[in-house]
């Protein structure tokens, strides 16, 4: 079975510092993997996702991770965080038949000026 | 490209009463997801549909249920509201379904209050 474990349900970092978000997962076979971001009052938004291939993974507003099989890792990570970062992010995982999102419990980062 | 749209955002119920939620999925997409996010439980899983089809169902008591249209179109009611009910539901659209399904983009949500 899939499961997604986020560490530190709060993170704070100053606005400039580096953002490092921290996610785990267990699955029985390679998984697909997602970050969302989500605002107050919205829905998910995707920042980046791993399916195949190279393992450090792109994706918007300056965001990377970087799939780790070893260490059943997927790390987030901005190098230079900023007031617009502030938000909640959630790791994922898809199952083996792609039909279910299993989600971390969320990370809530908050940058401070 | 128009994205997710869920209907109504926000929605006030009383406990015993009935709901029927509305998610319009992006255009050409045919897999519609719901999940149901809570401060205590997080985001879980309810069902997904495609080709009018329900693919998978997450552990929801029976007074959850949806369905599909033929334009993809999805409808997610629950009956008999508890207090518990009360939560954010997420309408997730993805174009394939099964192992080829590789992103999903949700709709803002609908704000479910039970008093």
């Known amino acids: 079975a899939q499961s997604v474990t986020q560490l530190g349900s709060h993170v704070s970092v100053s606005e400039g510092a580096l953002v490092l978000l921290r996610c785990n997962y267990s699955?029985?076979?390679?998984?697909?993997l997602f970050w969302y971001v989500q605002y107050p009052n919205q829905g998910l938004q995707l920042l980046l996702k791993?399916?195949?291939?190279?393992?450090l993974v792109k994706g918007i507003n300056g965001f990377e991770a970087e799939f780790k099989k070893s260490e059943t890792s997927f790390h987030l990570t901005k190098p230079s965080a900023h007031m617009s970062d502030a938000a909640e992010y959630f790791c994922?995982?898809?199952?083996?038949?792609?039909?279910?999102?299993?989600f971390g419990t969320g990370t809530s980062l908050t940058v401070i000026p | 490209k128009a994205g997710v749209t869920q209907t109504p955002r926000y929605l006030i119920k009383t406990r015993g009463q009935q709901v029927t939620l509305s998610c319009s999925p992006i255009?050409?997409?045919?897999?519609v997801s719901w999940y149901q996010q809570t401060p205590g439980q997080g985001l879980q899983f309810l069902f997904e549909?495609?080709?009018?089809?329900?693919?998978n169902k997450g552990n929801f008591p029976g007074r959850f249920s949806g369905r599909q249209f033929s334009n993809s179109r999805s409808e997610m009611n629950v009956s008999t509201l508890e207090l518990g009910d009360s939560a954010l539901y997420l309408c997730?659209?993805?174009?394939?379904?099964?192992?080829?399904?590789?992103?999903?983009?949700f709709g803002q949500g609908t704000r479910l209050t039970v008093v």
């Open positions: 549909y495609f080709s009018e089809t329900q693919r």
């Open positions: 994922a995982v898809s199952d083996t038949t792609g039909n279910q999102f299993y």
């Open positions: 997730a659209s993805s174009l394939l379904t099964g192992v080829l399904n590789t992103e999903a983009f």
């Open positions: 255009s050409g997409h045919r897999s």
């Open positions: 699955s029985s076979v390679p998984p697909y």
């Open positions: 791993y399916t195949t291939g190279a393992t």
